[in-house]
């Protein structure tokens, strides 16, 4: 019997090529986006799992005046304070340091972004697969390194003759290859490519000062310890330990810990450079990759319906023959069984196909688990689900046929069955229309985000990190040879560049009672000239006074709105620096409110003082000549810095750094929306194909009798737009709510116009004429006599 089911379920396939076709196309493709999805999602959840000590395992957040913000960053005596406070508690405590190192092995230097410094536990806490060499003693030695495979490789050819290598570190520490590892999973919230004893450093001016942070703090909490007992006990620690610097400052810092397999999905920011994900994100996909399918279903189920009719006569003869009811619900079922299965088996295909793009527009590599359950589980369910919930309506609805009716021939569809396939038709559309309001609006936003006016000049500006010893050590002399040069306009050294690092800090401030928290800027005296920024109170700072380098600041018209002053009110006010015991400085001048941060976050408070904490070169070129005024740039580089590889960006590309998650959403979204939209159009355009082959006679009669192409056209056509209205009326409000509450994650948004919802209805209602216009103008074309020759 089973046999013959299929027999069945494959001719009627066959028969039908262009249902067949729509069917399998339509299911094929949704299938294929939530795969895409799946995939995406499946690697968002997965993150830091494969760390066999990962639940017992927490990062050290700092807090400041108990805000909710927190900040990874501490400085190097916290890790043994805390081993040695908490013996029983705290099993291990390492160390991360994240550092831009100049890396060299004879003729090759990389300037190199990922690499770690850490304590020499970081592989026993960690479980990152080791390729060659051992994980409790790869770190021992001050004088190692570990490095990827694929650093490996880029160094020395091949990973066994990695081992025992020598490279230099910033040209003077020499690293001994003690051991590789795989390359850094795409699901590890920490990306290296090199990690180095932290004992290099420990050394340094400011290591051990507990005020000063720069480095990440991991520690394993022994399994009969939890989480909020050993947080009761940090107010004593920090009391302990910061207790005097605390009350020097006039606020109070805390901490918490953060477990491992919630670090990713913590609120990124610019004080965090480890991988950071947005659940909401992940949901709105979760919830697209469903809509998807839900649309893939209503045309299976609409198809097969329609085809009821058809295939009535079939059902009538098997009654008659015997066929009982359950046994026609399993034939039907199992044609959709079979089309579901045969649509997977095209959709991994395509997959596999699609996987480097995809990765591409992700950003990076997806690892799929072929060899792991969840796939399959997945394709299994997607099977079940769309071959039973799918193929459910159409089986009960065949097999409740009268057979004397259907063998008569005289059985239709009746009022419910219209309306049930309308309502379908509504629901597919309404989604559609849904995902097209969203594209747009993200479309519009990220275009009224990138055009704001950020109140600075980011156009032909340039910038230059300061991030090796010889460039930092020779800095006034690379500006003096930039400025003497003829193709630059100005230099600026700062510490952070808009849209990069600004440090939140206290400051005692004349008139206030408690300590006044802003955002700093550490930089010279070109700042406001290299980025065009304005002053709308007192002046700028000058060479003129050798005052300002000791005893002045400038602070933005918000800083002063926030310490309760006008612009003008401002001006001779002091202020003073509580995190570095800073003297006492004026205000000599307000700046106009400057974008220095993400749109997504409000405007605030910034402190401009011309200390000295140098991080990047801002260089404003001359108008024309970008080529030779970079050659000039790299020419003076190499002069100061001669081992080190000149590296830039523009200013005007840090939009790109910045919302580069918002822009692959937005490309993801449009991707989605234009694939609903098509699986849609693909069941719509089977409707008209039903709606036009059963009517082939009355159109014959009316061409007849004098009826125009138009108005056979329209006759077609209006009962098929009518659902597709009502779709779009459905969805605007719906859309509405939910861009509305989207544009909430930015501070700065465009508002939603009407004419966003007007295009969204028309692009719905051209794409859905369209494609019923392929097949109405068609039936209206044909010759009548071929239609009525049968009479």
């Not at 994980?135 to 021992?140: D, I, N, P, Q, Y």
């Not at 190499?638 to 080190?644: L, S």
Request: hydrophobic content about 45%; some cysteine.
């Amino acid at each position: 019997m089973l046999k013959n089911y299929i027999k069945i379920a494959w001719r009627n396939l066959y028969k039908n090529k262009a249902f067949s076709l729509i069917h399998i196309l339509g299911l094929t493709m949704g299938i294929t986006v939530c795969l895409m999805i799946f995939l995406y999602i499946s690697n968002e959840f997965s993150f830091d799992n494969f760390h066999s000590k990962g639940k017992n395992i927490y990062r050290v957040m700092r807090g400041f005046d108990a805000t909710k913000a927190r900040v990874p960053y501490l400085s190097g005596p916290y890790a043994p304070a805390l081993l040695n406070d908490y013996p029983q508690e705290v099993k291990q405590a390492v160390r991360v340091s994240p550092r831009n190192d100049l890396v060299s092995f004879g003729e090759k230097a990389f300037n190199e972004k990922k690499v770690f410094a850490t304590d020499a536990g970081f592989f026993t806490l960690f479980s990152f697969p080791f390729i060659k060499g051992n994980a409790a003693t790869a770190l021992k030695e001050p004088g190692s390194i570990v490095l990827t495979e694929t650093t490996a490789k880029r160094y020395f050819g091949n990973v066994d003759d990695a081992m025992g290598k020598v490279v230099r570190m910033d040209k003077s520490l020499q690293l001994k290859v003690t051991a590789v590892v795989k390359d850094v999973p795409s699901n590890s919230h920490l990306d290296f490519d090199m990690v180095m004893p932290i004992s290099n450093y420990v050394h340094d001016n400011g290591f051990d000062i507990w005020i000063n942070n720069s480095m990440y703090v991991y520690v394993l909490l022994d399994e009969h310890i939890s989480q909020a007992q050993l947080e009761s006990r940090f107010p004593q620690f920090m009391d302990k330990y910061m207790g005097k610097d605390m009350a020097r400052m006039g606020s109070k810092f805390d901490l918490k810990l953060t477990p491992l397999k919630d670090i990713y999905f913590e609120q990124s920011s610019a004080f965090d450079t480890v991988k950071h994900g947005d659940r909401t994100v992940v949901f709105i996909f979760i919830s697209i990759a469903i809509l998807i399918m839900l649309i893939a279903c209503i045309n299976f189920m609409n198809l097969s319906t329609i085809r009821a009719v058809e295939r009535s006569k079939e059902v009538g003869m098997r009654k008659v023959m015997g066929a009982l009811r359950n046994h026609l619900i399993i034939q039907f079922i199992g044609e959709s069984l079979l089309l579901a299965l045969i649509s997977c088996a095209l959709s991994v295909g395509l997959l596999l196909m699609l996987m480097p793009w995809y990765n591409q527009l992700l950003g990076y590599t997806l690892t799929v688990a072929w060899n792991q359950p969840p796939i399959y589980l997945f394709l299994a369910g997607v099977i079940l689900v769309v071959g039973f919930l799918a193929g459910s309506y159409p089986a009960f609805f065949l097999s409740a046929f009268s057979p004397i009716q259907a063998l008569k021939g005289k059985l239709r569809l009746g009022r419910g069955g219209t309306f049930f396939r309308q309502s379908l038709v509504v629901t597919q559309f309404s989604i559609s229309v849904l995902l097209i309001i969203s594209t747009i609006v993200i479309m519009n936003q990220m275009s009224f985000v990138k055009n704001k006016s950020l109140g600075y000049d980011k156009a032909q500006t340039v910038i230059v990190s300061i991030d090796n010893n010889d460039i930092y050590n020779h800095r006034r002399a690379f500006k003096d040879q930039l400025q003497n040069s003829g193709n630059v306009a100005s230099v600026s050294l700062m510490s952070g560049e808009p849209g990069g690092f600004f440090d939140v800090q206290g400051f005692e401030a004349e008139g206030q009672h408690e300590v006044f928290k802003s955002r700093s800027e550490f930089a010279d005296f070109e700042f406001v000239k290299t980025l065009g920024l304005k002053v709308i109170a007192g002046r700028d700072f000058s060479p003129q006074f050798a005052t300002d380098t000791t005893e002045a600041v400038l602070v933005n018209r918000t800083a002063a709105k926030l310490l309760g002053f006008t612009p003008e009110q401002a001006l001779g006010k002091w202020i003073k620096n509580t995190v570095r015991d800073d003297k006492k400085r004026h205000i000599i001048g307000v700046i106009e409110d400057f974008n220095f941060l993400s749109l997504k976050e409000n405007m605030d408070a910034l402190v401009i003082s011309p200390s000295e904490d140098k991080r990047v070169a801002v260089i404003k070129l001359k108008p024309g000549h970008i080529k030779s005024s970079l050659a000039d740039i790299k020419n003076i580089y190499n002069e100061v810095a001669p081992i080190y590889p000149f590296e830039y960006k523009f200013l005007d590309q840090q939009f790109d750094v910045t919302y580069r998650t918002d822009i692959r959403q937005q490309t993801m979204l449009g991707i989605f929306s234009g694939l609903a939209i098509f699986i849609a159009c693909l069941g719509l355009f089977g409707l008209a194909s039903f709606t036009a082959a059963k009517r082939t006679k009355e159109i014959g009669v009316r061409k007849v009798l004098g009826s125009s192409v138009q108005n056979i056209l329209l006759l077609l056509s209006k009962d098929l737009l009518k659902p597709v209205l009502l779709a779009t009326v459905i969805a605007m409000p719906l859309g509405y709510y939910c861009m509305n509450r989207w544009l909430q994650n930015f501070a700065y948004r465009t508002p939603l116009h009407w004419w966003i919802f007007a295009l969204a209805a028309v692009a719905t209602f051209l794409i859905a004429l369209t494609t019923i216009s392929l097949k109405s103008v068609k039936a209206a074309l044909a010759n009548p006599v071929n239609s009525l020759r049968s009479e």
